[in-house]
């Protein structure tokens, strides 16, 4: 019989686990909407021409491989950091990803993106969103888990 520690302990290491494929699927949402981009043939024109409606300089490289490193490294932190630290880390960083991919999401429609383009960032979007969602309902530090109600 399980005692009620061992309980909670499955389900840290569940929502852990749960946190670290979210992360992971909304780092594949990134790179199948740039896959599709690539394979575009007037995205990819406006790429190599830089004639888009964003210019692609060196700085802007920068930002986006910082704002993009980021999942990958959640994925790994949220197996291997303490609790409640990356609880919290999922929390805050998983609300400033989400804003980040929404401000994409809504540049997308103002300047009317090609519909793929909006089906990856809304995954994108939803995997940041349940990241929030799950890190908000993981136990806290008596093991009372929210997720089980």
């Known amino acids: 019989k399980m005692d009620s520690n061992q309980k909670n302990a499955g389900i840290m290491l569940d929502v852990r686990i749960i946190l670290a494929a979210l992360w992971v699927a909304g780092m594949l949402s990134s790179l199948n ?4 981009r690539l394979s575009d043939p007037i995205a990819l024109q406006s790429m190599i021409a830089n004639t888009g409606p964003v210019v692609v300089s060196s700085e802007l490289l920068l930002v986006t491989s910082i704002i993009f490193v980021i999942p990958i490294f959640m994925s790994v932190l949220t ?3 303490k609790y409640p630290v990356i609880r919290w880390a999922n929390r805050i960083i998983g609300i400033l990803y989400a ?3 929404l401000a994409f999401w809504v540049l997308c ?3 009317r993106s090609a519909g793929y383009e909006m089906v990856w960032s809304t995954a994108q979007l939803v995997f940041a969103l349940l990241v929030v969602w799950y ?3 993981w136990p806290n530090s008596e093991g009372n888990s929210k997720l089980l109600k």
């Open 99 to 101: 804003m980040i991919i």
């Open 109 to 111: 429609l103002v300047l």
């Open 135 to 137: 890190a908000w309902k």
């Open 79 to 81: 197996l291997t950091l």
């Open 33 to 36: 909407g740039d896959t599709y």
